[in-house]
C-alpha cells in the first residue's frame, strides 16, 4: 500500500514538471553566454537580420520590439520553431544554444544607439506620394495600393540600408508572393499580376487594377512567371537628396 502511496506521488509530481525543462526555463547567463550567443547569431541569423542586428530583409532586432511575443520564452520559440508563412526558419540546435541567442539578441536592444538616416521625412513622403507615385502600388497605414508590400511597419521590418538597396536595386531580392504570372487562356485573354493562391485546379490573381481573378488551369493555354520586379530603379528617376528624403520617410514607418 506505501508503494503504491508512493507511485501515485510521483506521477503527480511529474505531471506538474514541463515536457522539456531546458526549454521551458530560462537559465541564467554569464557575459560569455552573451558572446557564444553573439557568434551563433552572426553564423545563422545575420543573413536577415544583419550582423549587428540592425535589420536587412528580416526586422531590426536592436528596438526590442518583437512582434511575435516579447517574452523570453516567446523568443527561444520563435528561435526554435520559426514563424509560420514568414521566411524565418526554425533553427534545430541544442536548447542551451538557442537560450544564448535570446541573451544576444535581449543585448542588442540593451546597448543599442538612435541610427541617423540622412535625409528629411516629411520630404520624403511628399516624393513618396508625389513625383515618385510609390503610393499606387505601397499601402501605408490604410491608405495606397495593394500590388506591391504593405510599408507601414517599414522601418520596423528593414533597415535603412535595405530600404535604399530596394530602391536603387530593386530587382536584387523579389520574394516569391511578388513575382508576376502571366496568364494566358485557351479563349486568347492575357492577364498578368499576383498569384495570391493556387491548388491542383485553380490560379487567383490579383491583377494591376486590384481586381481579384481566378481562373481554372484547364483553362489556361499558357503561364509565365516574371521573378523581377515590377517596381523601377528610382536610381535615374530620383536624385540623390530625393533618395536620401524617401529612405529617411521609409525608416521612420514603424507599428505602433
Not at 553564423?43 to 512582434?67: I, K, Q
Not at 520553431?81 to 539578441?105: F, L, R, S
Not at 536603387?168 to 513575382?179: H, S, T
Not at 499576383?194 to 481579384?212: C, E, F, R, V, W
Amino acid at each position: 500500500m506505501k508503494a503504491w502511496a508512493l507511485l501515485v506521488l510521483l506521477a503527480a509530481a511529474a505531471a506538474d514538471l514541463p515536457a522539456n525543462p531546458n526549454k521551458s526555463r530560462k537559465p541564467k547567463f554569464s557575459a560569455a553566454d552573451v558572446a557564444a550567443g553573439g557568434r551563433i547569431f552572426r553564423s545563422h541569423c545575420a543573413e536577415c537580420h544583419g550582423l549587428t542586428g540592425e535589420g536587412g530583409r528580416g526586422p531590426d532586432l536592436t528596438l526590442g520590439v518583437f512582434r511575435h511575443g516579447a517574452e523570453d520564452a516567446d523568443l527561444l520559440a520563435t528561435i526554435m520553431d520559426g514563424v509560420p508563412g514568414t521566411e524565418m526558419p526554425g533553427i534545430y540546435m541544442e536548447d542551451h544554444q538557442a537560450w544564448q541567442i535570446v541573451a544576444y539578441v535581449r543585448s542588442l536592444s540593451a546597448r543599442s544607439a538612435k541610427r541617423q538616416v540622412p535625409g528629411d521625412a516629411a520630404a520624403g513622403e511628399q516624393v513618396f506620394r508625389g513625383r515618385g507615385a510609390c503610393a499606387q502600388c505601397h499601402m501605408v497605414n490604410g491608405e495606397g495600393g495593394r500590388t506591391g508590400p504593405d510599408l507601414s511597419d517599414a522601418g520596423g521590418m528593414r533597415s535603412a540600408a535595405f530600404l535604399r538597396a530596394a530602391l536603387l536595386e530593386p530587382d536584387a531580392y523579389v520574394r516569391r508572393a511578388w513575382w508576376t504570372y502571366r496568364l494566358r487562356t485557351k479563349a486568347g485573354e492575357q492577364v498578368s499580376g499576383l498569384a495570391l493562391n493556387q491548388d491542383t485546379y485553380s490560379i487567383q490573381l490579383l491583377d494591376a487594377k486590384g481586381q481579384l481573378r481566378s481562373f481554372a488551369k484547364s483553362d489556361l493555354a499558357g503561364v509565365e512567371i516574371d521573378r523581377k520586379s515590377p517596381m523601377p530603379a528610382y536610381g535615374g528617376m530620383l536624385s540623390q537628396e530625393e533618395v536620401d528624403h524617401v529612405v529617411a520617410y521609409l525608416a521612420s514607418l514603424r507599428r505602433k
